[in-house]
């Protein structure tokens, strides 16, 4: 079973849509967590970092539940300019941090 | 700012040669992974470092060797190059801690033929 599964998508949305990602986990040692995205098989960039209380940047929230190991990204009044692939990463303390298959957003006029 | 470095950008190898990936940053960052990517694929890790001198296998090791001699450079070998790991190859660094960013390379695209 892989460290960290997500689902491929894509996803179609139109303009001003709210779409969410969930991405779940199997190590427990996973102590971190993160969203980045990744433009056209360019370098990833940091998105945003997932908070035990959940966390909040603008139209971005994302959530982490322990007990069912999974976080998600929730994304609300998509633009246009979202339109990527979305990946999931899990740190664990001793350095090793995995990356998820990413899901892909085409968010349409 | 340079920030991650990767050398070189392209490269075309015949099956069975060797070369070797230079990851370099200059942000004295003690961690450093690289990571490949192939199509429709999220990034899989090769092998990472925490340190100076040591180094630790990911997910998809087999086929690759690494050297971490100075903290600033962290080398991806291939010894004999097969079709199967045309890719496209990212490095990436991060200071210690639960939550610290990873900053990329721009990525070098191999093809083996």
């Known amino acids: 079973r892989k460290e960290v599964e997500q689902d491929p998508g894509p996803f179609n949305v139109p303009e001003g849509a709210t779409v969410a990602f969930n991405c779940t986990y199997s190590?427990?040692?996973?102590?971190?967590f993160f969203w980045y995205r990744q433009d056209c098989r360019k370098e990833p960039k940091l998105l945003m970092s997932?908070?035990?209380s959940g966390n909040e940047d603008g139209r971005f929230t994302a959530q982490l539940n322990r007990a069912s190991q999974y976080i998600s990204l929730l994304i609300r009044d998509s633009k246009l300019s979202d339109s990527a692939t979305y990946l999931c990463?899990?740190?664990?303390?001793?350095?090793?941090?995995?990356f998820g298959d990413g899901t892909t957003l085409t968010v349409k006029p | 700012n340079a920030g991650v470095t990767q050398t070189p950008k392209f490269r075309v190898l015949k099956t069975g040669q060797s070369m070797t990936l230079l990851c370099a940053q200059d942000?004295?960052?003690?961690?450093m992974y690289w990571y490949r990517q192939d199509p429709g694929m999220g990034l899989r890790l090769i092998h990472y470092?925490?340190?100076?001198?040591?180094?630790a296998k990911g997910e998809v090791p087999d086929g690759y060797n690494v050297s971490r001699l100075k903290k600033q450079n962290f080398l991806l070998g291939l010894e004999s190059a097969a079709p199967s790991q045309t890719s496209v190859y990212f490095c990436?660094?991060?200071?210690?801690?639960?939550?610290?960013?990873?900053?990329f390379g721009q990525g070098t695209r191999l093809t083996v033929v």
């Open positions: 990436a660094s991060r200071t210690p801690g639960q939550v610290t960013e990873a900053f």
């Open positions: 190590n427990s040692a996973s102590q971190s």
């Open positions: 997932v908070y035990s």
């Open positions: 990463v899990l740190n664990t303390n001793a350095g090793k941090s995995t």
């Open positions: 942000m004295n960052h003690e961690y």
């Open positions: 470092s925490v340190g100076e001198g040591t180094t």
